[in-house]
């Protein structure tokens, strides 16, 4: 019995409440990509609706629940993919959204977060200080503040994705999640090991933001002084004990992997796939490629979890 903050029936239930466009997002096998892998790859596209990541199946939750509540805004720190979910879940309910990013956060996801009608506001350094920024905004001004991973309608919306690969029509041994806060890794990592125990639930990070891995390796919270990757949907220096406390009950292992490892990752799928993605979405990939006699013969399903990338960044990345 797994001994987590989730429940399988709120997340069955979170399926009636988020939009149908963010669910039963294709899931088909690559041949190209195994072929080359030494595998064989099936790929979840979580890439394919209007935000172009995973987070809107959690920003559903968040804002009917405000909505219910009757309250009218909401702020939240976002590197980008959180902050254009939860625009525009919010705008279609009515909310006023904030959005607190880092300067330096890429200037797609930026621009799409403006065009969802969220005022943004920009803060120097990185996640974490936009995060100290969110919280204050949200004393100030009295309204919910949105906490990826912290907040379990972030992890049980995530884990929506979970029901939809359990319930697929073919069987697969191991699933590759991107681990940043934690919020999808927990959640299809709870469903799985409740629904399909005998997947091999494996969590992927950066080696240059490693501390959710760390952590995990750990069984205690391990903070970073700082990050240092191109894959900044996943960067963190301050893991949730609480996320953490699930991740240990759900993840079978936690790896790290190097950027280059990555940017192939991602050439990868944009040669064999056809696919732009954003780094985090690479990090599947990138494991396979540090480990193939792991992943050898074996049927590997690979979360594609966000495709808002800075074109001139991508460029620069895949012509390497």
């Not at 884990?159 to 927990?186: C, K, P, Q, R, W």
């Not at 997947?199 to 501390?211: R, S």
Request: charge should be negative; glycine fraction near 8%; hydrophobic fraction near 45%.
């Amino acid at each position: 019995m797994l001994t987590t903050r989730l429940d399988l029936d709120r997340i069955r239930a979170a399926r009636r409440v988020i939009d149908p466009i963010f669910l039963d997002t294709p899931l088909y096998q690559c041949d190209a990509l195994g072929r080359e892998l030494g595998c064989t790859v099936s790929i979840k596209l979580e890439t394919a609706n209007p935000v172009r990541s995973f987070k809107a199946r959690g920003t559903e939750l968040v804002a009917k629940s405000l909505t219910d509540q009757s309250r009218t805004a909401t702020v939240c720190a976002s590197a980008g993919n959180l902050g254009q979910a939860l625009g525009w879940s919010g705008h279609r309910r009515g909310l006023d959204v904030t959005v607190v990013a880092p300067r330096g956060a890429p200037a797609a996801k930026l621009d799409r977060i403006r065009a969802l009608g969220a005022e943004l506001e920009l803060v120097d350094g990185d996640f974490e200080m936009a995060r100290e920024r969110a919280v204050d905004i949200a004393q100030r001004r009295g309204v919910r503040l949105v906490e990826d991973s912290r907040d379990i309608e972030t992890c049980e919306g995530a884990a929506t994705i979970g029901l939809e690969l359990a319930s697929g029509a073919s069987s697969f041994d191991a699933v590759l999640i991107a681990l940043g806060g934690g919020a999808m890794a927990t959640g299809v990592g709870y469903v799985l090991k409740t629904l399909s125990p005998d997947v091999e639930v494996i969590c992927v990070q950066p080696l240059g933001a490693p501390a959710m891995t760390r952590s995990w390796h750990e069984r205690r919270v391990i903070t970073t002084d700082s990050y240092d990757t191109i894959a900044d949907g996943v960067a963190g220096r301050y893991p949730i004990p609480a996320v953490l406390d699930d991740l240990l009950e759900v993840a079978d292992d936690a790896v790290l992997v190097q950027e280059a490892s990555i940017v192939t990752g991602m050439r990868m799928l944009l040669e064999r796939a056809g696919l732009v993605v954003e780094p985090s979405a690479a990090l599947g990939i990138a494991a396979i490629l540090e480990d193939r006699d792991r992943f050898a013969g074996r049927h590997v399903v690979t979360i594609i979890c966000g495709s808002n990338v800075d074109p001139d960044a991508y460029h620069r990345w895949v012509r390497t």
